[in-house]
């Protein structure tokens, strides 16, 4: 009788080895093809970063700056308090772009996989870059003003919008990394 469960236990571990490595190629395989699915490079970015850089009415310069400071053109970028892919924009359940684009065009948010989709990263940041812009417009440092909403909120560009539409936007920034932030922007 032991010998006949030793040779069971013999044969289960055996299925359960071959069983567990089958799978663990059939994982390496699937994240293989979903890497090289979204990975891209600078010019397929730049492509697309033109075509919802129009489609949103933007400065394809503009976008591309602004990749370039968050993500420097890296898909998989993870920003610290979790921000996806290129435009580092907030994950589904947060406060931030993807919530309200979704919330305004009246679907499902698109859930974090996909935010690392560089045709959906862009066209979402673009979206939200674009609706600052439109919202600071009358200014004449609009353009610093929708990138303090981009980075640190509405609200907080509220707090940095001057006395006047043609007043200095960058000397009444109070949090330091959004200031850095916006210079480094308006440079490139």
Request: charged share 25%; glycine share 4%.
């Amino acid at each position: 009788m032991k010998k006949l469960k030793h040779i069971i236990l013999k044969k289960n571990k055996k299925l359960l080895i071959i069983t567990a490595a089958v799978l663990l190629s059939v994982l390496i395989a699937v994240v293989t093809i979903w890497i090289a699915s979204v990975r891209a490079s600078r010019a397929e970015i730049i492509t697309e970063v033109n075509r919802f850089a129009l489609k949103h009415k933007l400065p394809a310069a503009l976008v591309c700056a602004v990749i370039e400071q968050e993500s420097s053109f890296n898909p998989f970028a993870r920003g610290r308090a979790g921000e996806i892919g290129l435009m580092q924009l907030m994950p589904p359940g947060t406060p931030g772009a993807p919530e309200e684009w979704a919330r305004i065009h009246r679907v499902k948010c698109p859930p974090a996989w996909k935010l690392y989709r560089i045709d959906m990263n862009i066209n979402i940041g673009c979206w939200y870059l674009a609706r600052a812009l439109k919202r600071w417009r009358r200014y004449r440092c609009g353009t610093e003003l929708a990138l303090i909403e981009y980075n640190a909120g509405a609200k907080n560009a509220n707090l940095c919008k001057p006395d006047t539409f043609d007043g200095e936007v960058i000397p009444r920034i109070k949090i330091v990394s959004t200031r850095k932030y916006v210079t480094a922007i308006m440079t490139n």
